[in-house]
């Protein structure tokens, strides 16, 4: 794949396309084959040092996904897209989860964990900074932000609709998935699938605020 693979404007086009999805058809179910490419998309996301202090929840179960609603301000986003992916940072990162990662990178790119000494001090101390300076868990939660952008944009690029939803309660979804004892909890939440044609919001131009306006050059 090179640079001019998709041509600026196909980009520019999916990104117009896409909005945060209200209804969904439930009759219509995402191609394992598309999905897969989504799944990776959440696997390749950057996080800072690589560390992805983070799992992906893939919840299929329709009785669960009805308890959800609930706890999901009533929204039947939950219920009615193809997919339901609850993204969730790992509690309490520590040095073991540091051991953990530089001994899968020693695996994967070959590499004598005892090289790998010196990252593993550094990540290791950044992680023990004071928690009244530095609070790990939201430094998680920024990570995770960025594996929702990474699956959003690519489901966009593969015009399978989304919506990310923060109008949940996280605590009673830990509890209705057993996360907790997992070790994990909820972040944010998003669905995707197909929009259904009803969706008012679909055809609705979007509110953004002039580029010059958001975006400064600084020569």
Request: net charge negative; aromatic share 10%.
């Amino acid at each position: 794949m090179n640079a001019t693979t998709f041509a600026p404007q196909e980009v520019l086009k999916q990104l117009e396309w896409r909005y945060a999805t209200k209804e969904f058809d439930s009759s219509k179910k995402i191609p394992e084959d598309v999905w897969k490419v989504l799944e990776q998309s959440l696997v390749l996301s950057p996080s800072s040092f690589g560390l992805q202090p983070w799992k992906f929840f893939v919840v299929g179960n329709p009785e669960i996904r009805q308890q959800l609603v609930e706890h999901s301000w009533g929204q039947k986003q939950v219920v009615d897209a193809s997919h339901l992916i609850v993204l969730a940072i790992k509690e309490g990162v520590n040095e073991k989860d540091v051991d953990t990662y530089l001994s899968r990178m020693s695996e994967v790119r070959n590499i004598p964990v005892d090289k790998l000494e010196g990252l593993a001090n550094m990540v290791k101390g950044f992680l023990d900074q004071p928690s009244d300076v530095f609070d790990k868990d939201a430094w998680s939660a920024k990570q995770v932000y960025i594996a929702l952008g990474f699956f959003m944009f690519t489901a966009a690029m593969l015009e399978v609709d989304t919506c990310a939803m923060e109008g949940i309660d996280p605590t009673k979804y830990d509890e209705v998935l057993g996360l907790k004892d997992k070790g994990y909890r909820t972040a944010v939440v998003c669905t995707a699938g197909y929009r259904l044609p009803s969706d008012k919001y679909a055809n609705m131009a979007k509110v953004r605020f002039k580029t010059e306006e958001v975006v400064e050059y600084i020569d």
